[in-house]
């Protein structure tokens, strides 16, 4: 979900139309599978905290960098999750426009991140096989990989989870291959339309675990679905930090836990997200679920509008966590990339 964007920006209304004269001229060639193409992405360092760039620890979280991504791509931004491989480098990441990108990242010699290197990046297909079209379409939020390699992807606005094929998108297949749609339950389809599900996770007993956004079904909670093997959905309930934070993404811990993002925005302070450790165990159907706080990130913290998480287990046996945000393609936000250790 969009929390902010910048909309004031005066148009002419000849320049308006011109715009939209050469969007439906090339609507349906925009729409043609087209190759994954290589894409080059430079890194700036930032520290933890601003206003103490020495400071290395908030909450449970070590500090192990943190890097403000940029790219002259123009599909570069909107990252609205992403998934770090067990070797800490290789990265996947889906935008709420509809991209992919493929890359790795580089650490020093005492494991900070430090750069990311030149990758692949390219448009997702819908069930037809065709690239997405509409923002309707192409609203991508939370994405999972699956035990066989494949992908599942949630989506806003126009609500569903596609499965994608296992493979290497340099190929036509992972993320650049044609999915298919999962069977959802009515209310599924009823979430909020720019408020559906971001977190979601595939469980180490091969159950999925969604959260909606928005829906919400009893006071302080957003909604939230359990699935077995079988494809049966059962309903539970996740307190939120407060009636402001809602969830933004989750990943399964190295323990077999959860780590989930919840965001809260508003003008007068800004972004605020808080990071929190949910015990498995605790999600039952019915239940009311709450997670531990590890960290609350908010100014003068490096913080964004952070909508993925990701997590592994360092060489040492530590747990790491990556963070990633949406820029909104909004020249006052920017997308960050952060690097923590997860202690006990």
């Known amino acids: 979900m969009v929390p902010f964007r910048v909309r004031d ?26 190759p994954a193409a290589p894409i080059e992405i430079s ?12 400071l290395a ?19 570069f ?5 992403l998934w770090v491989a067990p070797d800490g480098r290789t990265f996947r990441s889906v935008s709420d426009e509809g991209s992919w990108l493929a890359t790795t990242m580089r650490y020093d010699t005492d494991g ?33 990989r699956l035990p066989d390699g494949g992908w599942l992807v949630s989506f806003e606005r126009d609500h ?12 036509g297949q992972g993320l650049a291959g044609r999915p298919r749609r999962l069977t959802t339950p009515p209310e599924f389809r009823r979430q909020p339309v720019n408020g559906g599900v971001e977190a979601m996770v595939v469980l180490p007993d091969r159950r999925t675990v969604l959260i909606s956004e928005d829906a919400s079904e009893r006071p302080g909670t957003a909604l939230g679905w359990i699935v077995d093997d079988a494809a049966v959905w059962r309903r539970f309930h996740y307190q939120t930090r407060d009636g402001e934070h809602r969830p933004t993404s989750a990943a399964v811990l190295p323990d077999g836990d959860i780590v989930l993002l919840e965001r809260a925005f508003d003008r007068a302070r800004g972004v605020r997200v808080a990071v929190k450790r949910v015990r498995v165990a605790d999600i039952t159907p019915d239940a009311i679920v709450r997670g531990e ?24 046996g530590e747990t790491l966590l990556w963070l990633l945000s949406d820029d909104n393609f909004n020249p006052l ?6 690097h923590f250790e997860l202690m006990p």
């Open 293 to 316: 706080e590890v960290a609350w990130l908010r100014h003068p913290f490096s913080v964004d509008n952070l909508e993925g998480v990701a997590a592994g287990r360092g060489p040492r």
């Open 112 to 144: 900070r991140l430090i750069g990311v290197e030149p990758g692949l990046i390219g448009s997702l297909r819908g069930e037809d096989g065709q690239l997405l079209g509409s923002k309707m379409e192409t609203d991508a939020e939370g994405l999972v």
């Open 43 to 54: 890194a700036r360092a930032i520290p933890l905290n601003i206003e103490d760039p020495a």
């Open 160 to 171: 569903r989870v596609l499965q994608y094929p296992p493979g290497e998108e340099r190929d």
């Open 9 to 34: 920006i005066a148009i002419s209304l000849p320049a308006l139309l011109a715009a939209l004269s050469l969007v439906a001229a090339g609507s349906t060639a925009a729409r043609e599978p087209a």
């Open 333 to 338: 936000q920017r997308t960050i990339l952060l």
């Open 77 to 81: 931004g909107g990252w609205s999750d």
């Open 57 to 75: 620890e908030i909450g449970k979280l070590r500090w192990r960098g943190g890097l403000v991504l940029t790219a002259r791509e123009p599909r």
